[in-house]
T-cell receptor, first 110, second 111 residues
Framework: AQRVTQPEKLLSVFKGAPVELKCNYS??????LFWYVQYSRQRLQLLLR??SRESIKGFTADLNKGETSFHLKKPFAQEEDSAMYYC????????????FGQGTRLTINP | DGGITQSPKYLFRKEGQNVTLSCEQN?????MYWYRQDPGQGLRLIYY???????QKGDIAEGYSVSREKKESFPLTVTSAQKNPTAFYLC??????????FGQGTRLTVV
């Protein structure tokens, strides 16, 4: 079964502090992992995917197959990072069932 | 203006009534998805379709039905069998790339 777990519903940090949003997954095949973000009054949108190994808006995420994790990190938080973040998983092959975690609401305090 | 459109934005339903939520996309995407979003529970997959005239149940399909007669349309019907239908519903589509594009959502309230 595909499952994504985000253990923190709420996360609050101060501006300039490091941020880490946790994501763990369960999947028997080869997974593709994503982070999606929803800013206030905007549509849910893709932030980054593990295959591209890129940094978007200062965020990075590394897939750790041994720990089945895909944590999202940023070294210095900015106020505009306040949003709802969702970790998501789909299979690389076969049916593209895309499942999401419960989401983490990140608040950056000034 | 390309994209994915959900309508209506707000919908009210009396108990015992079926109601249909619309999702249309002009992105020429093959795959379409319906999610239910509840506070603290994230996005839960209701149904998804990878091609016209084919669809699969997601994790919480009970009380819902869908059709995929056209590539650009994937309507969701919330039936009277759905015990707790009040929620925010999101539709998404995926093309050749892995990125999912989302609609603005429909908020359904049972009155």
């Amino acid at each position: 079964a595909q499952r994504v777990t985000q253990p923190e519903k709420l996360l609050s940090v101060f501006k300039g502090a490091p941020v880490e949003l946790k994501c763990n997954y369960s999947y028997s095949g080869s997974p593709e992992l994503f982070w999606y973000v929803q800013y206030s009054r905007q549509r849910l949108q893709l932030l980054l995917r593990h295959i591209s190994r890129e940094s978007i808006k200062g965020f990075t995420a590394d897939l750790n197959k041994g720990e089945t994790s895909f944590h999202l990190k940023k070294p210095f938080a900015q106020e505009e990072d306040s949003a709802m973040y969702y970790c998501a998983l789909s299979g690389l092959q076969g049916a593209q069932k895309l499942v999401f975690g419960q989401g983490t609401r990140l608040t950056i305090n000034p | 203006d390309g994209g994915i459109t959900q309508s209506p934005k707000y919908l009210f339903r009396k108990e015992g009534q079926n109601v249909t939520l619309s999702c249309e996309q002009n992105l020429n995407h093959d795959a379409m998805y319906w999610y239910r979003q509840d506070p603290g529970q994230g996005l839960r997959l209701i149904y998804y379709s990878q091609i016209v005239n084919d669809f699969q149940k997601g994790d919480i399909a009970e009380g819902y039905s869908v059709s995929r007669e056209k590539k650009e349309s994937f309507p969701l019907t919330v039936t009277s069998a759905q015990k707790n239908p009040t929620a925010f519903y999101l539709c998404a589509s995926i093309g050749t790339g892995p990125e999912a594009f989302f609609g603005q959502g429909t908020r359904l309230t049972v009155v």
